[in-house]
C-alpha cells in the first residue's frame, strides 16, 4: 500500500495563473478530505468527498476554488488566477468511512507557491 | 462548534527528558479527541485518538494521552523522548460526522 499520493509536491506558479493539484487516495477508501496548511492559519479544511460524491466544501474559498472526484481513484484541486496569498502546502487525505472516528491518511502534500 | 488551542508554538526539551504537549478543547458535545504527528515533508500520522473509557489512551512509539472532561484538556505526554521524536504535533477534535479540526501544532525539537 502506497499510502495517499499528492501530485506534484512542488508546484510554481506566476500570478494569474492556473494550478490543478492531484490526489490519489488509498484504494478501497470510502472519503476523501482537502486541507490548506499555513503557517498562520495552521491546517483548514477546505472539502469533503465521500463516495466520490461531494459532501462538504464549506472551506473552500468560493470564486477561484473547485475540486472534483471523477472516480474513486482520484480527486483534483483547482485553483484558477492564483494569486500570492494562495501559496500553502495543501494536503489530501483519506479515510476507510469518512467517519468522525475515522482515522485520517494523509499524503506529503502539494507546496504551491504563486510568485 | 468545536475548537482547539495549542497554547505552546514551540517545545524544546533534551533527548531522554519527559515531555508534555498541551491540548484544550472547546464542544459542546463529547467529542472524539485525536494527537496527528508530522514529521518534516511528510503527511500528518495518527498517534493515538479518544472518544470514551479510560482516560488514559496509550498510542505509538510510546506516546499516551490523558482525557480531562473536566479541564477540557487532552494532553500528550512520553516519559522519554528521542531525537527522532522532533516534529509537529497536532491535537484535533471532531464532534459532527466527518469535520476533524486541528490545532495550530506544537513543534517539538529534542536536543540530542
Known amino acids: 500500500n502506497a499510502g495517499v499520493i499528492q501530485t506534484p509536491r512542488h508546484k510554481v506558479t506566476g500570478k494569474g495563473q492556473e494550478a490543478t493539484l492531484w490526489c490519489e487516495p488509498i484504494s478501497g477508501h470510502s472519503a476523501v478530505f482537502w486541507y490548506r496548511q499555513t503557517i498562520v492559519q495552521g491546517l483548514e479544511f477546505l472539502t469533503y468527498f465521500r463516495n466520490q460524491a461531494p459532501i462538504d466544501d464549506s472551506g473552500m474559498p468560493k470564486e477561484r476554488f473547485s475540486a472534483q472526484m471523477p472516480n474513486q481513484s482520484h480527486s483534483t484541486l483547482k485553483i484558477q488566477s492564483t494569486q500570492p496569498q494562495d501559496s500553502a502546502v495543501y494536503l489530501c487525505?483519506?479515510?476507510?468511512?469518512?467517519?468522525?472516528?475515522?482515522?485520517?491518511?494523509f499524503g506529503p502534500g502539494t507546496r504551491l507557491t504563486v510568485l | 462548534a468545536q475548537s482547539v488551542t495549542q497554547p505552546d508554538a514551540r517545545v524544546t526539551v533534551s533527548e531522554g527528558a519527559s515531555l508534555q504537549l498541551r491540548c484544550k478543547y472547546s464542544?459542546?458535545?463529547?467529542?472524539?479527541l485525536f494527537w496527528y504527528v508530522q514529521y518534516p515533508r511528510q503527511g500528518l500520522q495518527l498517534l493515538l485518538k479518544y472518544y470514551s473509557g479510560d482516560p488514559v489512551v496509550q498510542g505509538v512509539n510510546g506516546f499516551e494521552a490523558e482525557f480531562s472532561k473536566s479541564n477540557s484538556s487532552f494532553h500528550l505526554r512520553k516519559a522519554s523522548v528521542h531525537w527522532s521524536d522532533s516534529a509537529v504535533y497536532f491535537c484535533a477534535v471532531s464532534a459532527n460526522a466527518y469535520k476533524v479540526i486541528f490545532g495550530k501544532g506544537t513543534h517539538l525539537h529534542v536536543l540530542p
Open positions: 464542544s459542546s458535545v463529547t467529542p472524539y
Open positions: 487525505a483519506s479515510s476507510a468511512t469518512g467517519g468522525a472516528y475515522a482515522e485520517q491518511f
